[in-house]
C-alpha cells in the first residue's frame, strides 16, 4: 500500500524560504511538494493553462470540459484537486460554478521554487 502524505492546510499560498537559500525542513518540503504534486497531471496543466489564457479571466467547468473533450465529472475531479492545492478558486453563481487560477498561490509557488524567476 501506497504511503499517504500528511493532511495540510493548503488554502493559503505556499510561505516558506526558497529551496535554494538552503535545505529546507521536512514541513517545508511537503508544503511545496504537495501542491506540485496536485499540478503534476497532463489535464491539470492543461486546464490551468487554459484558466491563465482565457479572456474572462475565468471558466466554468462545462465550458473547460467542453474545450479539452472530458466529462464534467472527470474535470470537476481534476479542479477539485487544484482548489485543493490552493491554486484556483471556485465560485458558484446559479447552476454554474466559475474557476479561476489563484495568481498569488502560483507566484509564491514560483519564488519558492527559484527567488529569480519572477524578478
Known amino acids: 500500500m501506497p504511503k499517504t502524505l500528511p493532511v495540510i492546510d493548503m488554502s493559503a499560498p505556499v510561505c516558506c524560504a526558497p529551496v535554494a537559500a538552503g535545505p529546507v525542513d521536512d514541513a517545508a518540503a511537503l508544503e511545496v511538494a ?5 499540478i503534476a497531471d497532463p489535464m491539470r496543466v492543461k486546464l490551468m493553462s487554459l484558466l491563465l489564457t482565457t479572456p474572462r479571466g475565468e ?3 462545462g465550458d473547460l470540459a467542453a474545450t ?3 466529462a464534467e465529472s472527470t474535470v470537476s475531479h481534476h479542479l477539485g ?5 490552493g491554486l484556483i478558486e471556485s465560485e458558484r453563481r446559479g447552476m454554474n460554478i ?8 502560483l ?13
Open 68 to 70: 479539452i473533450g472530458l
Open 59 to 61: 471558466e466554468t467547468t
Open 81 to 85: 484537486q487544484l482548489k485543493k492545492a
Open 107 to 119: 507566484s509564491a509557488l514560483c519564488v519558492v521554487l527559484d527567488p529569480n524567476c519572477c524578478t
Open 34 to 38: 504537495l501542491r506540485l504534486k496536485a
Open 98 to 105: 466559475h474557476h479561476r487560477v489563484r495568481r498569488d498561490a
